[in-house]
């Protein structure tokens, strides 16, 4: 092996298995050729297949695991309450009307639930202490993630049980919490720092001080993780050091890892950088020094022998790609912040579609200043003062305003293709392994700009043909309308941070229009976002039953961004190159469900092909439109598939050939109900789903109607 990096190929090893591992047999099969390796001496080779071996292993036993929780969680009854026992690994977060406390695991009916559970309170809950576990009753389900999610309706049924060991560290932390919470009504957000920064509980900031740095592209220095674990670690070392006791800083170092994490709680960040110095302080203790590039790696194999399932962690990814890059690309200080840039830019499209360009130049101005406040916040702990709380306000202050100057280079961008980033960092493990040098870095450089280069593609790309699609948005309604040169979007779903990535990997960055079909949160919650990120040629809403909160805040969006509005009246139709629109609006307001029966209905032209897009009509309203000519090809289900909307009746007026149903996953309405799938399949109706396809494109501009379903990247 030309390399001098002898642990990059086990990391490979283990990290293929477990992307690619489906079962046990799989797994003895590469143990067997390890087997037989060793036997023809090849000790290298078998050593590398023996971490493929661990790698299938680890991923079959995910696979086994998942399954065995999602059986657990369908089987929990829907009509009944369940009790729950959680260890309290954090405390509750505000979530405007709302509180969330999230449990890394649970037993649930007496069953094991090994996936993060998020208990959802719309009380004030009561304070936690130094207890260690929380009891509460509710209904639990799964969401579309996959963990599970908890509501409890009423204050009596949650309580708090056992007392923290006071030899554990966590009760030290908790300690130093409550010590620091009678200033946290007259300093609040101080208080939320300190907690952050020293105790690694980021529950109580707020969003907007998390939006202010995430801007800025700096979010990662005010969260607990490598950055305090690396200064703690450096100033025990230089300490004793100073003291001439250079065995004595290692196995102190050694003691810090081990203490560090049960400290600050169960944090893959803390665990990560934890890994790291141990093993560093245990090379030294054991005489066996090695060098920091296969430190980097056997810290890396490490932790995802630990948590397998970091390996499609988002955090995991940034940690390794920043520290890799100074380590094998940056040999030079100058190429040390362009290096990083180009390890985790497209980590940071992928996951979260969001850049801050210059993240990393705003990252270095700010890490004194967030160490300065670190060293603060430690003594804030110590002693709890209103004036060391001041000089952290005093801190953030400053931070929030170079934030705020880089924020205009943020922005929501393409995600670069899965292919794409395969082959990138694949490919720069390869590169670790078996090359050296300038060669290693060149090699390194050219694949990351593979993904870069496929993010401004795809943020670049415009469609060919007229299309429809219905964004997988989740429980609530985005339809997308394009055409070559323009787009239109119908309703917002329920949240920004689905819907702007979904748009940025198609490559919309103008709207000629928004309809708005009513102003529920489902549909309107993430368009307050699109207007602030997206240029909008208008927005169109009902002139019916327009109000609420998440209407104003539509109505203060497009006043800030200067966006025109057109109440849509019945007959208002509007042409966007190949894409023909008009307006069926209700001539009353009803009755029963007056919001969703005026909700604007579209009917669709482009080219041969016609689409009725119903909005949250309910039978009166399709009742109505039943008595005009609503005859349509395509039929976007009313109400998620409600059993309210989509009657035989209304079906023999529209005759459709496909229907789009826009639902989440696991959503707690059942919908869409059965007996609308009924009514599709009796009319011969050929159905797809958000919830079990994803995103469904419609080709619309050839002589077939072309069905393909999209799987979006994270988000």
Same mark, same amino acid.
């Given at each position: ?59 079959a036993h995910l696979r086994a695991a998942r399954a065995a929780t999602d059986a657990a969680l369908a089987a929990l009854p ?202 560093y302080a245990l090379s030294r203790i054991l005489h066996r020094p090695t060098t920091l590039e296969n430190l980097w790696c ?15 962690? +988002? *955090?995991?990814?940034?940690? /390794?790609? &920043? =520290? ?6 940056? !040999?030079? #200080?100058?190429? %040390? ?81 899965? +292919? *794409?980033?395969?082959?990138? /960092?694949? &490919? =720069? ?6 090359? !050296?040098? #300038?060669?290693? %870095? ?274």
């Amino acid at each position: 092996m030309k390399g001098d990096v002898p642990a990059a190929l086990p990391l490979i090893g283990y990290a293929a298995g477990l992307a690619c591992g489906h079962s046990y047999a799989e797994a003895a099969g590469f143990a067997a050729v390890a087997v037989l390796l060793v036997a023809m001496r090849r000790a290298r080779m078998a050593f590398v297949c023996a971490a493929v071996a661990g790698g299938v292993f680890a991923a079959a036993h995910l696979r086994a695991a998942r399954a065995a929780t999602d059986a657990a969680l369908a089987a929990l009854p829907d009509d009944r309450f369940v009790s729950v026992v959680a260890p309290l690994d954090a405390d509750w977060r505000s979530r405007g009307d709302s509180d969330s406390l999230r449990c890394q695991r649970s037993i649930v009916n007496g069953q094991p639930i090994d996936v993060p559970l998020t208990i959802y309170a719309r009380f004030e809950p009561p304070p936690i202490g130094i207890e260690r576990t929380v009891i509460a009753e509710g209904f639990v389900r799964a969401n579309d993630r996959g963990e599970a999610v908890m509501t409890v309706k009423s204050g009596r049924l949650i309580a708090y049980a056992g007392r923290r060991p006071r030899w554990q560290p966590a009760t030290w932390n908790r300690q130093l919490v409550l010590r620091l919470r009678p200033f946290a009504r007259e300093h609040p957000t101080e208080v939320a720092l300190v907690e952050a920064l020293a105790l690694g509980r980021s529950e109580r900031l707020d969003d907007a001080v998390r939006a202010s740095y995430k801007r800025g592209g700096t979010y990662h220095l005010l969260v607990f993780s490598g950055l305090q674990i690396a200064f703690a670690a450096g100033a025990i070392a230089l300490l004793l050091r100073w003291l001439r006791a250079p065995r004595s800083s290692d196995w102190s170092l050694l003691l810090f890892a081990l203490l560090a994490p049960p400290f600050i709680g169960p944090s893959a960040s803390v665990s990560r950088a934890s890994i790291g110095v141990a093993l560093y302080a245990l090379s030294r203790i054991l005489h066996r020094p090695t060098t920091l590039e296969n430190l980097w790696c056997v810290a890396a194999l490490a932790r995802l022998i630990v948590a397998p399932a970091d390996l499609t962690d +988002a *955090a995991f990814h940034l940690t /390794y790609a &920043g =520290a890799g890059a100074l380590l094998f690309v940056a !040999r030079r #200080r100058l190429l %040390a912040l362009p290096a990083v840039e180009m390890a985790i830019t497209p980590l940071t499209l992928f996951h979260f579609h969001q850049y801050a360009l210059g993240g990393s130049l705003v990252t270095m101005l700010l890490t004194p200043l967030i160490f300065a406040m670190l060293v603060v916040s430690v003594a804030c702990c110590a002693i709890p003062s209103a004036a060391l709380l001041g000089v952290v306000g005093l801190l953030h202050r400053l931070c929030t305003a170079i934030n705020g100057g880089a924020a205009f280079a943020f922005g929501y961008f393409a995600a670069p293709a899965v +292919a *794409a980033m395969i082959v990138a /960092y694949g &490919g =720069a493990l390869l590169a670790i392994a078996f090359l !050296r040098g #300038r060669w290693r %870095a060149a090699a390194m450089l050219a694949l990351l700009a593979v993904p870069l280069v496929s993010s401004i593609v795809r943020g670049t790309r415009d469609v060919a043909a007229p299309q429809l699609t219905v964004l997988d948005i989740g429980q609530g309604d985005a339809l997308l309308l394009r055409a070559p040169g323009h787009a239109v979007l119908v309703d917002a779903g329920p949240e920004q941070a689905r819907l702007l990535p979904m748009l940025a990997d198609r490559g919309v960055r103008r709207l000629d229009a928004v309809v708005l079909s009513h102003a529920h949160p489902d549909h309107c919650g993430g368009l307050p976002a699109v207007i602030a990120h997206r240029r909008v040629g208008s927005v169109w809403i009902s002139p019916r039953r327009f109000r609420g909160a998440c209407a104003q805040a539509v109505l203060e969006a497009c006043a800030a961004r200067e966006v025109p509005i057109h109440l849509v009246r019945d007959g208002d139709a509007a042409v966007f190159g190949a894409l023909s629109l008009r307006a069926l609006v209700a001539g009353r307001t009803f009755k029963r469900a007056p919001e969703n029966n005026a909700s604007v209905v579209l009917r669709l032209r482009a080219g041969r092909w016609t689409a009725l897009l119903t909005g949250d009509v309910e039978r009166d309203g399709e009742e109505r439109l039943a008595e005009r000519d609503v005859a349509a090809d395509i039929l976007k289900v009313a109400h998620h598939g409600s059993r309210t909307s989509t009657s035989a009746a209304f079906l023999d007026a529209v005759r459709p050939r496909l229907a789009l149903i826009s639902c989440g996953r696991r959503n707690t309405f059942g919908h869409p109900h059965a007996s609308v799938l009924e009514n599709l399949r009796r009319a011969g109706v050929r159905t797809w789903r958000t919830d079990r396809s994803g995103a469904i494109e419609v080709g619309l501009g050839g002589a077939h109607l072309v069905v393909r379903p999209e799987v979006d990247t994270p988000r």
